[in-house]
């Protein structure tokens, strides 16, 4: 993406959490950092009108809009092959970290860990005695978020392929979701 590019992703069936990072376009090394994320917000949520930073502490994309005004999960890591072993998978299972990576190979971009993502739609509450707890995505089919790019970058997303637990809903069915690049908004919709 172009710095002043929005990405409009859009939740098809209301379920679906997307893991999203980014990294700079002309540095992999500057990438999406959650922990300077929740800092730079002081908030352990991303909500509309905050901005995801980098390790650098440099802004990278900004929640334009949100049609369901959630609070977006920072905490939680992306899923991975060891994940799915703890949840008795027995073989290979798609994961959110193996997709980042296979993104990146796609661009001929290599980082050599995953950072943590921001997860989209992903409904995580945080209790007073500092646990989590994990539920269904509070969003409805056609919900959507609006991302603009704040610098050029890369912005990888993926589809969480989760169909153990109930982050994609109760029915733990992954779906596809709907991503535009746009360069006005809100005008992509008019």
């Not at 027995?90 to 970290?97: D, E, I, K, M, V």
């Amino acid at each position: 993406m172009q710095a002043g590019q929005i990405a409009i992703i859009t939740n098809l069936h209301g379920n679906q959490v997307v893991d999203a990072w980014a990294l700079a376009a002309d540095e992999a090394g500057e990438y999406s950092s959650m922990d300077h994320t929740r800092s730079m917000n002081s908030s352990i949520y991303f909500e509309k009108g905050m901005v995801v930073v980098s390790n650098r502490r440099r802004a990278m994309v900004t929640l334009l809009d949100d049609s369901a005004a959630l609070r977006h999960d920072t905490l939680l890591c992306p899923c991975n092959a060891e994940l799915y072993q703890q949840l008795g998978c027995n073989g290979h299972h798609r994961n959110c970290s193996d997709n980042f990576h296979e993104a990146l190979s796609a661009k001929a971009t290599d980082l050599p860990f995953t950072p943590a993502s921001l997860n989209l739609f992903m409904n995580v509450s945080v209790h007073s005695d500092g646990t989590l707890e994990r539920h269904a995505p509070a969003s409805k089919a056609g919900d959507f978020v609006a991302l603009r790019a704040e610098m050029n970058l890369v912005l990888v997303l993926s589809a969480c392929p989760q169909d153990i637990t109930v982050i994609n809903g109760d029915d733990r069915t992954p779906r596809d979701v709907a991503i535009r690049i746009v360069a006005d908004y809100p005008e992509a919709f008019s």
